[in-house]
């Protein structure tokens, strides 16, 4: 494989590679932004599994149109707008007919009409009650963990930064708190 070493791509190095036709830049390209763009697809549809296909949808339509990318913004700016557009498209879409009319009948494929399932949107206790216990069971967990672990199980599986910006806020949090501790002596 052709092009510069791996520590020496800079977004811009990476662009032209991609353009020239060398896709395989294109992971290496996106990769630093891939949790924002769950992050922020997820904000706008509060469902993970459409916010993951929103992404998905978002870097090829972001790959396919990467000759058009001209650098007046950063790339990160042009990446997420694409996300933020997709996002907002497929909840335009999926609000489009939200209901169904239950005078509308559904039929099989003989052309028989069926009665329409109507689900009971109750809340079932004992469910309730499971998630609950499930909550509190894995705040004592938290709780139980040292700060530097929790600090870690927090910004990875929850605000799921990757692994580099993970390290990074940690590195933060520890040097404000040394800095706190040296106020109070």
């Known amino acids: ?50 916010a993951e296909e929103v992404v998905q949808e978002s870097f090829l339509k972001a790959l396919r149109g990467l000759g058009k990318f001209r650098g007046e913004a950063k790339f990160s700016t042009w990446l997420i707008q694409i996300v933020l557009n997709e996002a907002r498209a497929r909840l335009r879409r999926d609000r489009q007919h939200p209901h169904r009319s239950i005078d509308e009948l559904a039929e099989n494929e003989g052309g028989e009409s069926l009665p329409r399932d109507l689900a009971d949107w109750r809340e079932i206790p004992s469910e309730a009650l499971a998630r609950e216990e499930l909550r509190r069971t894995i705040e004592r967990a938290l709780r139980s963990l040292r700060p530097i672990y929790r600090e870690v199980l927090v910004l990875r599986d929850i605000q799921q930064l990757n692994t580099a910006q993970t390290a990074e806020m940690g590195v933060a949090f520890r040097m404000r708190n040394n800095l706190l501790q040296r106020k109070h002596w």
């Open 1 to 50: 494989m052709s092009g510069l070493p791996a520590e020496r791509n800079t977004e811009e190095d990476l662009i032209r590679q991609v353009c020239k036709g060398q896709t395989e830049f294109f992971y290496e390209l996106i990769q630093p932004y891939q949790g924002t763009a769950f992050a922020v697809a997820r904000s706008i549809l509060d469902n993970a599994a459409d």
